[in-house]
């Protein structure tokens, strides 16, 4: 009779932490961005930035698949890199990323240094996207005036 009950609570125990691990299982897919077959497409915004001031510029990037729009990429996964830029200009960072509409990430970016400032020019930049579930790359420019 102990063993049997023994047993029993020794399943229960194992069918509740499967049950437990199944749900988190789900749910942590649910939360994370499925980036299968995902495409990048971008578009550079001056904004007010121009030649002589320190102003941000932006990068909007859409990531979207079949299923639709991509959220929740976080900031880190996007990395912006100079590509070419006009003579003797300044390097940028990257100041901030939101995400301002689903699917639509607003990749900030000014002059690295306070002393730094925008030169007049074309600029042309690679934003890379790198997760464990996929990567990709864009390129897009952006002019100041």
Not at 73 to 87: D, E, F, K, R
Not at 116 to 130: D, E, I, P, Q
């Amino acid at each position: 009779m102990r063993m049997r009950r023994a047993t029993r609570k020794a399943l229960y125990v194992i069918g509740s932490v499967a049950a437990i691990a199944a749900v988190v299982l789900v749910l942590g897919n649910a939360a994370a961005p499925t980036t299968e077959g995902f495409i990048l497409q971008a578009v550079g915004h001056a904004g007010t930035a121009a030649a002589g001031n320190r102003n941000e510029v932006y990068v909007l990037v859409s990531a979207y698949n079949a299923a639709g729009p991509i959220r929740g990429i976080l900031g880190g996964s996007l990395s912006v890199t100079v590509v070419a830029a006009p003579a003797n200009a300044d390097p940028m960072k990257k100041v901030s990323v939101t995400e301002p509409a689903s699917g639509v990430y607003k990749i900030a970016l000014m002059p690295d240094l306070s002393s730094h400032r925008w030169s007049s020019g074309r600029y042309v930049l690679s934003v890379a996207f790198t997760s464990p579930s996929g990567t990709g790359v864009v390129v897009v420019d952006v002019v100041i005036d």
